[in-house]
């Protein structure tokens, strides 16, 4: 039998609530808000107190799929990353750097929102940068 | 209290044990088992309160003959009760220690910091309903007023589920908030007040006043003196005290044959 509850940040949105996950023998079993957390104060929206079933759901994606023959197939990667690098430079080559635009993510950090305008602006050389809050 | 527990888990009376302790800074439940005796030293008596017996009735679900100890506050003991006489624990799996309660009508001088209660904003007061009122002030109100303060307080409400999911003596597989015949979805607020009534109907006979929906919900709704008005009336129609009388609850007969007399209202 083990038992354990973990402290967390909810990944939903970017406030940062604090969460506690109970894990009950190797599982997780449920969310709940922590009290002492300055953020939300022992209080949770409903998608913070079920952040435990998009972990265990069994809809949740574990590896990239790339379509092939007009079916989407799982894949390593390295693979992915190398299909999708590729598709980018032919794209940019072909109709410029304004053609791809980037949106960054209320879900992700501060540090990777900042990693990914900074890919926009310098690797694929385009302003075309905008956040999913303002969609 | 360290001691009683370090004795408990190495002459096995319980298999584990529902504490606190700091982690991360935070005063958070901890689990302490035979294989972490060395940190018995840092259990606490938190200031947070988090529903232990919760905790104890999900793991009993899984592991039926588990020994389980925990710290109780009067809070948690009234839920335990429920949770015994509702099948949800066995008693004789079940050991506590009792600690010091928060400060409350019931006692005064606990060191509980959360349910101080904080003084209502002034709309609250002018429009709504304020979460430190009693029973009986809040039935001052005319009709007309007291349905329109209500509803006030049950519109901000975000359906997060919160009151039901914190809720120590919520344990029904289906639940009737989730029950499309019954209330409406789609639609933030919910249907209300329905929403708020089935649950605080449900409440009847089963609400132990820990007030840890209150402290969970996002949009300060009154609940506990909402469900505090239900068992009112449970206590005087049934002659039932929530979580201290040791008898079935009113509300659990099965069959057609009603066996107690309702008093005249």
């Not at chain 1, 300055?38 to 265990?56: D, M, R, T």
């Not at chain 1, 926009?120 to 969609?135: E, P, S």
């Not at chain 2, 584990?16 to 302490?32: A, D, N, S, V």
């Not at chain 2, 509803?151 to 359906?159: A, D, L």
């Amino acid at each position: 039998m083990d038992f354990k509850l973990i402290p967390s940040t909810c990944s939903y949105c970017g406030t940062g609530c604090g969460v506690l996950f109970q894990v009950m023998d190797g599982r997780l079993i449920d969310t709940l808000p922590m009290k002492t957390h300055p953020v939300n104060e022992g209080k949770l929206c409903i998608k913070g107190w079920n952040l435990h079933e998009h972990v265990i759901s069994d809809k949740r994606l574990k590896s990239p799929m790339i379509k092939k023959d007009g079916e989407l197939q799982e894949s390593s990667w390295d693979e992915a990353i190398r299909v999708t690098a590729d598709k980018f430079k032919s794209i940019i080559n072909e109709h410029g750097p304004d053609s791809v635009g980037v949106l960054a993510s209320a879900k992700i950090t501060n540090e990777e929102n900042y990693l990914a305008q900074k890919f926009a602006r310098a690797v694929i050389g385009t302003n075309n940068v905008d956040h999913c809050a303002r969609l | 209290m360290q001691e009683q527990v370090r004795e408990w888990l190495e002459q096995g009376k319980v298999d584990i044990f529902l504490g606190y302790k700091k982690i991360q800074g935070h005063p958070l439940p901890y689990c302490f088992t035979k294989d972490n005796l060395d940190e018995i030293s840092e259990l606490i008596v938190a200031e947070a309160r988090y529903s232990l017996e919760k905790m104890a009735t999900k793991i009993a679900a899984e592991h039926k003959e588990l020994k389980i100890g925990l710290l109780t506050r009067d809070c948690n003991q009234r839920a335990l009760n429920v949770l015994y006489i509702w099948n949800q624990l066995n008693p004789e799996n079940i050991k506590t220690i009792g600690v010091n309660c928060c400060p409350s009508n019931l006692k005064e001088g606990g060191d509980c910091s959360y349910l101080k209660p904080k003084p209502a904003p002034s709309v609250k007061k002018m429009i709504g309903i304020d979460n430190n009122m009693a029973v009986e002030t809040a039935e001052e109100f005319g009709q007309k007023e007291r349905i329109n303060r209500w509803m006030y307080e049950f519109q901000k409400c975000i359906k997060c589920y919160g009151c039901r999911d914190i809720c120590p003596v919520c344990f029904c597989k289906e639940c009737s908030l989730e029950h499309t015949d019954l209330i409406g979805t789609g639609n933030i607020p919910p249907e209300i007040p329905i929403f708020h009534l089935v649950r605080a109907v449900h409440m009847g006979g089963r609400c132990i006043d820990c007030g840890l929906c209150e402290d969970a919900c996002p949009a300060y709704i009154p609940l506990r003196l909402l469900y505090r008005k239900v068992n009112d009336i449970v206590l005087n129609i049934f002659d039932y005290k929530t979580g201290t009388s040791a008898d079935q609850s009113p509300f659990n007969m099965l069959g057609e044959e009603v066996t107690l007399k309702p008093k005249p209202i």
